[in-house]
């Protein structure tokens, strides 16, 4: 078993053992009924488990059941269709995140506008990737990597998990920020064969996860040259972040939850409320940590912003790179 999948298991184990604080006033105004909250991945991943753990904390606090409802396909994007066409009525949520900045750029033919028809609730977690090299990289940073790069354009390669996803398009932006590294991607059908092929040394790099990354790291199999947050990574701290070589990257993903457009104010209120004292409560930021995330709590405003501004950032590396969906 992986070091990640031992971590991931941990934490499903633990969503239960949450505190039972319920909130009555919360409780009283929130509508009647089971309340689904839709993920656009596959169940057990990390999505799926940031789903379950806010879930399982909602469902306590305001006393009715939060079902995870895993709808996986067309890059998130029949999730988030689903959410656009229930009713706004607080019993239909929807996990937002990195991935919906993403398509509403990738994808041109969308049934739907992600900003306009997905009203904001709250964030939940901002996390960290880490780019990797296999060993034969004779780079020890990320300065002599990236003079190796250019003095051997197009020899290195770089995987992903699929063509638009966060480990594809973080590649990218790197490569732009750094001044037009030639680096090849070679996209596969999820991270877990990019991280085969690394090993292999097939490809060379790879941007992802660190929780997926750091047994890898820890044994020398890998070597990380830096972190594509603003700031270090408490999993990783000896690892400078990609920004402080070169100036104004960042790239995180970021992921909270998000109502069909129309949902009355009240409703996106109280949730974003009993979010926020999830956030702010030691056992819960302790789960996210384990996620390799920090706390991303404020108002629907605050969240909204963000997912804009991430939308925007992401559309300008999509069209500067020609990248086009599968």
Same mark, same amino acid.
């Given at each position: 078993m992986t070091h990640s999948r031992r971590r991931f298991l941990h934490l499903a184990a633990g969503v239960a053992a949450l505190p039972a604080l319920s909130s009555v006033a919360g409780a009283h105004s929130y509508p009647s009924g089971p309340v689904h909250i839709i993920v656009g991945f596959a169940a057990g991943g990390p999505n799926d488990i940031l789903a379950r753990l806010i879930g399982q904390w909602l469902s306590l606090r305001l006393a009715r059941p939060f079902i995870i409802e895993n709808r996986p396909g067309a890059g998130s994007n029949i999730a988030t269709e689903t959410v656009v066409r229930a009713a706004p009525d607080g019993l239909t949520l929807l996990l937002v995140g &990195?991935?919906?900045a993403i398509n509403a750029t990738l994808y041109d033919k969308l049934e739907f506008d992600f900003i306009r028809d997905i009203a904001p609730v709250a964030g939940l977690i901002r996390g960290a990737l880490v780019m990797v090299v296999h060993p034969s990289v004779p780079a020890k940073t990320l300065p002599e990597f990236i003079d190796y790069t250019q003095a051997h354009p197009g020899k290195l390669f770089y995987g992903s998990g699929g063509v638009g996803g966060i480990t594809h398009i973080t590649a990218e932006l790197f490569k732009q920020e750094a001044g037009g590294l030639d680096i090849q991607h070679v996209p596969y059908r999820g991270v877990a064969p990019a991280l085969t092929e690394l090993l292999s040394g097939q490809v060379q790099v790879l941007f992802t996860n660190i929780a997926m990354l750091i047994g890898y790291i820890e044994t020398g199999k890998l070597r990380a040259l830096g972190i594509t947050t603003? &700031?270090?990574s408490d999993a990783l701290p000896?690892?400078? &972040?990609?920004?402080?070589?070169?100036?104004?990257?960042?790239a995180s993903s970021v992921f909270g939850l998000g109502a069909p457009r129309n949902t009355p104010t009240e409703i996106i209120d109280n949730l974003n409320k009993e979010i926020n004292a999830a956030l702010a409560d030691p056992d819960f930021a302790a789960r996210l940590a384990h996620l390799d995330g920090t706390a991303l709590s404020g108002s629907p405003a605050d969240f909204g912003k963000l997912i804009s501004d991430e939308t925007r950032k992401w559309?300008?590396?999509i069209r500067l790179a020609?990248?086009?969906p599968e």
């Open positions: &990195t991935p919906n603003a &700031t270090r000896d690892i400078a &972040t990609i920004g402080e070589f070169v100036p104004g990257y960042e559309a300008k590396v020609n990248i086009k």
